[in-house]
């Protein structure tokens, strides 16, 4: 069984242990948070979507199948995704050099001026809400950044801290 998808029994309850409640609203603040930012995105994209244009800007061209891999996606999704994509002029397919059965997708200037809107639309966000906190409280998150990367690195996919960073 894969690491997204524990079996959890009822000992696990993590309610039941001195890191319930932390966690419980950890997660809340996250996926709160998490939600707002997505709703920063530029254009008409899915989540999905712009996560594997994130992933093909980071490590492409690639295969549709290695972006599958890298997205942890059935092959059959991501050649969905892929296609939306394409319509959209955000990637384009291109033969391979060594193999001419594969083809390989990449960014469009298109695709690369949506994602770099993206981020900078997330990142004003982050900013502005950052800019109404206290000093103090700015420091607290600084000095809590580091442990919430560590989090987050922890039981990643092999798809590398670039693509995380850029998303």
């Known amino acids: 069984m894969d690491n997204l998808s524990p079996v ?3 000992d696990d309850r993590p309610e039941d242990g001195p890191e319930g409640a932390l966690a419980s609203r950890l997660r809340l603040a ?3 948070l998490g939600r707002r930012l997505r709703q920063q995105a530029v254009g008409n994209v899915t989540a999905s979507q712009l996560s594997a244009l994130t992933s093909l800007a980071a490590k492409g061209p690639l295969s549709l199948g290695e972006l599958a891999a890298i997205e942890q996606i059935a092959p059959p999704s991501m050649t969905r995704i892929a296609g939306r ?3 959209a002029g955000l ?3 291109r033969g391979d050099t060594a193999d001419r059965r594969v083809a390989r997708v990449t960014v469009t200037r298109a695709g690369a001026d949506l994602l770099e809107e993206t981020r900078t639309r997330r990142d004003l966000f982050l900013a502005r809400r950052l800019s ?3 000093a103090a409280d700015r420091r607290a998150l600084e000095l809590a950044l580091p442990l919430l990367e560590q989090l987050a690195a922890e039981e990643a996919p092999e798809c ?3 693509v995380a960073d850029s998303f």
């Open 8 to 10: 959890v029994g009822a």
């Open 91 to 93: 990637i384009e397919r």
């Open 160 to 162: 590398g801290p670039s």
């Open 30 to 32: 996250i996926t709160r």
């Open 132 to 134: 109404r906190l206290s």
């Open 85 to 87: 994509l394409e319509e």
